[in-house]
């Protein structure tokens, strides 16, 4: 299409005309991003679809701002050089280039999404900055869903066809006029990138964030389907700074939640070993024995071994993952301290003085290791547990055999559970031990020689954890022959959830539900309690079930104490999701979205926040006070306990 032109002004055209092409695309990539996840948001109609494209568009537009400086500057520059071919050529493939990256972002989200429940941050880079196989985790991204790059090749060739059907022309001999004509434009479009990146042009606004897209939903995990990709990176690159909160006066504060614990007892420590077992992705849905009502109460779940041990253990009903990362389990389960907004050990505070379960037990003598069948840096697992005072680590490296990797994650679990059996029996006794699998993790394979042998089901996570488990039952086998097995205690819990399939499973409750089992050999420990249970309770059960003697800092609480007026926490893409008694509150920071009964209500389908203000109002008490203590003490480094 041929513009004539005596101003030069086409030029300005084609430069809206190419950044309405980016709108469209982001809106269809929107529009796929919520088919690819549609049964992870429930109850959107029609209209309030419309209405969260319309919210999106504000978005897109701040991202493609700031993906798109510099082109939009090198066309507004009011000098007639912007005409020449050779100029128009090179900018031509520097805006596909850069815009196409944006959408291969938003493209990932479409699978990834599923594993995380929130967009894609900046926070990733760190997260795989110290994978040693990162081309092979790519590749195997690729190969399971290939066809992403399908819809990547159709995008980016409407994308180059649509870019094509107008051209710049310079029809026009610049004169005085026509350059002061062009300032004044460059000066508007200047204010309208700023207008468009802060979201908005009054006064007091600042650029958009992400917790601005709740302005146009009605409950914080639909937020995702407003942001894009590339926006929720930009806005992540900077790292953010937790704000001092005063909710309360410091007595009134601790009198309603206190991370200080002091001994309850006066009971000789005892000196018990500690195992924590960490396994990758085992959601709780995945348990047959944890789930005796699903299926009409025919589910037999996938894990035949851990049916069994919990029959032999204690264990909760209502148990949860303070995140929704491998990256975001350390901390909870070690250090007592979870994530939130983004992963503690990723944060400007992860240098900030902490304790651990760890370094407790190993101020008390014991021996410490850690194991984890990756090359080691993987996930920064080695840098957190030697921050956490973890004496010795067990990685890839120090695991001899060859021949026993999966090719992309590390040492298949069953042989590197047995490598831990054995490493552990050179460790001096008491020992403070923990193991994190990684089979049941994506691209989902099992070794050749067991395909066939694990039942499938309706998710691909799930005959790997079938393969995870034959591996623990393969440990507890080894293990129950040496010397320190009776004298041990033992903690299995996962570091996240998953994809889920049940109805019962595909809400935020079901998102973090993971079982937490605590096991002695010697039958001590029985029970199926239905207290609210999180990750960060393991460290406070552990060390008050051995009578610990001493003050320490944890955010978490004894699971084994029934009088504990306790709650379960956790945090993702900003909001809190909150658990006390049979009641689930929503909150997004600043205010109350949604109240659930969980025991009448299990599928979340009717808030009764207008109902039941009081409990509301309760709930929110507990959450001021756990953001008041997790904020300030973040912020003064105060994450240890001081006489």
Same mark, same amino acid.
């Given at each position: 299409m041929k513009i004539k032109d005596t101003t030069g002004l086409n030029l300005y055209l084609v430069l809206a005309y190419r950044l309405l092409i980016l709108l469209l695309l982001y809106t269809l990539c929107r529009i796929g991003f919520y088919l690819f996840n549609q049964d992870l948001f429930q109850n959107i109609t029609f209209p309030k679809y419309l209405y969260i494209l319309w919210g999106g568009l504000k978005f897109d537009v701040s991202a493609l701002i700031y993906i798109n400086s510099i082109y939009i500057l090198a066309h507004v520059i009011p000098f007639p050089?912007?005409?020449?071919?050779?100029?128009?050529?090179?900018? &031509?493939?520097?805006?596909?280039?850069?815009? *196409?990256?944006?959408?291969?972002?938003?493209?990932?989200?479409?699978?990834?999404?599923?594993?995380?429940?929130?967009?894609?941050?900046?926070?990733?880079?760190?997260?795989? *900055?110290?994978?040693?196989?990162?081309?092979?985790?790519?590749?195997?991204?690729?190969?399971?869903?290939?066809?992403?790059?399908?819809?990547?090749?159709?995008?980016?060739?409407?994308?180059?066809?649509?870019?094509?059907?107008?051209?710049?022309?310079?029809?026009?001999?610049?004169?005085?006029?026509?350059?002061?004509? =062009?300032?004044?434009?460059?000066?508007?479009?200047?204010?309208?990138?700023?207008?468009?990146?802060?979201?908005?042009?009054?006064?007091?606004?600042?650029?958009?964030?992400?917790?601005?897209?709740?302005?146009?939903?009605?409950?914080?995990?639909?937020?995702?389907?407003?942001?894009?990709?590339?926006?929720?990176?930009?806005?992540?690159?900077?790292?953010?700074?937790?704000?001092?909160?005063?909710?309360?006066?410091?007595?009134?504060?601790?009198?309603?939640?206190?991370?200080?614990?002091?001994?309850?007892?006066?009971? &000789?420590?005892?000196?018990?070993?500690?195992?924590?077992?960490?396994?990758?992705?085992?959601?709780?849905? =995945?348990?047959?024995?944890?789930?005796?009502?699903?299926?009409?109460?025919?589910? &037999?779940?996938?894990?035949?071994?851990?049916?069994?041990?919990?029959?032999?253990?204690?264990?909760?009903?209502?148990?949860?993952?303070?995140?929704?990362?491998?990256?975001?389990?350390?901390?909870?389960?070690?250090?007592?301290?979870? *994530?939130?907004?983004?992963?503690?050990?990723?944060?400007?505070?992860?240098?900030?003085?902490?304790?651990?379960?760890?370094?407790?037990?190993?101020?008390?003598?014991?021996?410490?290791?850690?194991?984890?069948?990756?090359?080691n840096g993987s996930m920064g697992f080695s840098s957190y547990t030697n921050l956490a005072g973890v004496k010795k680590y067990f990685g890839q490296n120090e695991y001899q055999k060859t021949g026993d990797s999966d090719g992309t994650w590390g040492i298949w679990d069953d042989p590197f559970l047995q490598y831990t059996a054995q490493t552990i029996n050179t460790l001096k006794q008491p020992f403070f031990a923990s193991v994190f699998t990684l089979s049941s993790h994506h691209p989902f394979r099992i070794p050749e020689e067991y395909v066939g042998k694990f039942p499938k089901g309706p998710l691909p996570v799930q005959e790997p954890l079938g393969y995870t488990d034959m591996a623990l039952r393969n440990f507890f086998k080894t293990a129950s022959s040496m010397p320190w097995f009776k004298n041990t205690l033992f903690v299995l819990c996962a570091d996240h959830a998953t994809v889920s399939y049940h109805p019962e499973y595909q809400n935020t409750p079901g998102y973090f539900s993971i079982p937490i089992i605590f096991y002695r050999p010697d039958g001590s420990l029985k029970g199926l309690s239905d207290k609210l249970v999180q990750q960060m309770d393991i460290m406070p059960t552990v060390l008050n079930y051995l009578h610990y003697d001493k003050p320490y800092f944890s955010m978490g609480f004894d699971a084994f104490d029934e009088k504990t007026d306790n709650f379960v926490v956790n945090n993702n893409d900003g909001s809190f999701n909150f658990y006390m008694g049979d009641y689930y509150l929503v909150n997004d920071g600043k205010d109350n979205l949604a109240l659930y009964n969980l025991k009448k209500d299990r599928l979340t389908q009717h808030n009764i926040l207008a109902e039941e203000p009081e409990v509301a109002a309760a709930m929110e008490k507990k959450l001021k006070a756990f953001r008041q203590q997790y904020n300030n003490r973040m912020i003064a480094n105060q994450l240890t306990y001081k006489k």
């Open positions: 050089f912007r005409y020449n071919e050779g100029y128009q050529r090179f900018f &031509k493939w520097w805006f596909i280039i850069s815009n *196409s990256l944006g959408i291969v972002a938003n493209l990932i989200d479409f699978v990834y999404y599923k594993f995380t429940l929130k967009r894609t941050t900046a926070t990733v880079f760190s997260q795989f *900055s110290n994978e040693q196989n990162k081309l092979k985790l790519f590749g195997d991204f690729l190969k399971d869903y290939w066809y992403l790059l399908v819809l990547l090749a159709v995008f980016i060739w409407l994308f180059i066809k649509l870019y094509q059907l107008i051209q710049v022309k310079k029809t026009v001999r610049f004169t005085w006029p026509i350059y002061l004509l =062009h300032t004044v434009l460059m000066l508007v479009i200047a204010l309208m990138c700023i207008t468009g990146v802060r979201g908005g042009w009054g006064f007091g606004t600042r650029p958009i964030t992400l917790s601005n897209a709740g302005e146009f939903v009605d409950t914080p995990d639909q937020m995702s389907l407003v942001l894009n990709t590339p926006f929720a990176i930009i806005r992540t690159l900077k790292a953010s700074k937790l704000k001092p909160l005063n909710y309360y006066d410091e007595q009134t504060l601790n009198s309603i939640y206190n991370p200080i614990h002091l001994p309850k007892d006066t009971g &000789k420590f005892n000196k018990l070993n500690v195992m924590v077992i960490i396994v990758e992705s085992l959601g709780k849905e =995945h348990i047959g024995s944890l789930n005796k009502d699903l299926d009409g109460g025919k589910y &037999k779940g996938y894990t035949p071994f851990l049916d069994s041990l919990v029959g032999e253990s204690y264990t909760f009903k209502r148990s949860f993952a303070n995140g929704r990362k491998s990256i975001d389990a350390l901390p909870s389960v070690i250090t007592g301290i979870p *994530s939130i907004n983004e992963p503690f050990v990723l944060s400007i505070y992860s240098s900030n003085k902490t304790t651990s379960i760890a370094k407790i037990l190993g101020d008390e003598g014991y021996e410490t290791a850690f194991f984890h069948g990756a090359p």
